[in-house]
């Protein structure tokens, strides 16, 4: 099956403390990007990658890193978690056209006490 | 910068009528033009695009969006609503031009009532 995976599902950590949310796709699509996920923002995009060991930034990329060494992989790391980035994450991924639809994961809910 | 602006935060609407979630978008040429649904704790789903050709796009469950160019909008409609329509409604756009990010409105709860 086609899909998006993230790693954890649920996650609740204290500031500081470093942790990595996981992405996999198995569609061996080009392009890959994390957004985060606000009551009354909607959607806003943390980084994305165009494609292997080429990442850039998104809309809010600060107290956030990526890395893109494999296709099918796109790791979210927070460094040193704070409140403010308690949210529901999500990756996504599609094909190098920009006509491409963009299928997403099932999301990551963080919160950082 | 592109944007997207969905002009309500919540639409009611009784099953077996018609119902419309607006959008209106903002880009430097032509658009590419998504809506996406979300279900409560879920991901997003992908509903329809528009890319080119008839301005009535088709997608799935019955939904069907369209695209009108002079007044920038792409407006979501269904003829009749389903109580399992419920649901959070993402409109999103990205430019056709080099690369360009795919920005979302801040979304649309759709409310079908029995």
């Known amino acids: 099956e086609a899909q998006v995976t993230q790693n954890p599902r649920y996650l609740i950590t204290v500031t500081g403390k470093k942790l990595t949310v996981t992405c996999s796709q198995n569609m061996n699509h080009e392009y890959m990007s994390w957004y985060r996920q606000d009551p009354g923002l909607g959607l806003r995009q943390i980084y994305y990658s165009m494609n292997v060991e080429v990442t850039d930034k998104g809309d809010v990329p600060e107290g956030y890193k990526v890395s893109r060494k494999e296709k099918r992989n796109f790791p979210l790391i927070l460094e040193s978690p704070s409140p403010n980035q308690t949210s529901l994450y999500f990756c996504a991924s599609r094909q190098g056209s920009e006509a491409d639809t963009q299928y997403f994961g099932p999301g990551t809910r963080l919160t950082v006490l | 910068a592109q944007s997207v602006a969905q002009p309500e935060d919540q639409v009611n609407v009784a099953e077996g009528n018609p119902l419309t979630v607006k959008c209106t978008y903002s880009?430097?040429?032509?658009?590419?033009l998504f809506w996406y649904v979300q279900y409560p704790n879920r991901g997003l789903q992908f509903l329809l695009k528009?890319?080119?050709?008839?301005?009535l796009v088709k997608g799935s469950y019955g939904f069907e969006a369209e695209f009108n160019k002079s007044q920038t909008s792409f407006h979501l409609k269904k003829p009749s609503a389903l109580v399992s329509d419920s649901a959070l409604y993402f409109c999103a756009v990205r430019a056709r031009r080099g690369y360009s990010t795919l920005t979302f409105g801040k979304g649309t709860m759709l409310l079908v009532s029995p």
């Open positions: 880009v430097s040429g032509n658009p590419y």
């Open positions: 528009y890319i080119t050709g008839d301005n």
